[in-house]
């Protein structure tokens, strides 16, 4: 993927000699107005993985399950889970009756709260469902626009893709809370184990800013909690 800025020169001739830049480029005039135009790749994909992969959807029905395997992808950019049909790219509809498992990753549909509105997307539990606390990751990508140079011996900042993945908890089936994946916030949230976590993190040297070191101590915690 690439993508196009334009950087206009005042000129005071129809000459100018420019350096080599970053990227390709193309300069054209019009009149007084120079205009340099550079051709920058884009960094990262909006998508978890580019290549469509075949995967299950599971739909529960009161009349029952229906289970269909298509080639999918996940578009963490729109938050759309993308499958295949005839050929043409559709989005599956974000419906929490209905769960996708593409690859090593299961797909859910859950609700969440963002200043008091009530939105749904797709999240990924990140260990066993049965257990009293779940961690979720909502996969999430942002896209950083390319910036021009303030001055000529900089280089442009290419345009990119990059991960803002958020992760919440659920305890006991309950709502959904945002965490943030640090010491200090997910004992906050996991308050009844408190001390026991703290030893727990202290004697393993974790690390809570790792994702799987953050599974590690909600598992511990889970296995506390079936000692009860």
């Known amino acids: ?21 970053n990227g390709n480029k193309e300069m054209r005039h019009h009149g007084m107005l120079h205009i340099v135009e550079y051709e ?24 029952g399950t229906l289970v269909e395997e298509k080639l999918m992808r996940f ?3 729109t938050g759309d889970m993308e499958y295949l049909s005839e050929g043409t ?3 599956l509809l974000k419906r929490e009756n209905i769960t996708v498992t593409l690859g090593d990753l299961v797909y859910e549909v859950h609700p969440y709260k963002v200043r008091g509105e009530i939105f749904r997307a797709y999240f990924n ?32 900042r290419e345009p990119e893709y990059f991960d803002a993945s958020t992760y919440y908890l659920s305890i006991d089936g309950a709502a959904m809370v945002e965490v943030t994946l640090n010491k ?15 030893a727990f993190i202290e004697d393993n040297d974790l690390n809570l800013r790792k994702l799987s070191d953050a599974v590690a101590v909600v598992n511990y915690y889970n296995s506390l909690e079936a000692l009860n």
């Open 75 to 77: 578009n963490a950019f």
């Open 40 to 63: 920058l790749p884009i960094n990262g994909s909006p998508y978890v993985d580019e290549l469509y992969k075949k995967g299950t959807i599971t739909i529960e029905n009161p009349q």
């Open 89 to 91: 790219a559709r989005a």
């Open 184 to 198: 200090r916030d997910l004992l906050r949230n996991l308050e009844a184990h408190r001390s026991e976590l703290a």
């Open 1 to 21: 993927m690439k993508t196009w800025i334009w950087a206009p020169v005042l000129l005071f001739s129809s000459w100018a000699a420019f350096g080599q830049y």
């Open 125 to 156: 539990p990140l260990n066993a469902k049965d257990q009293k606390v779940v961690l979720f990751q909502r996969p999430l990508k942002h896209f950083r626009k390319p910036k021009m140079p303030d001055h000529g011996y900089e280089d442009a």
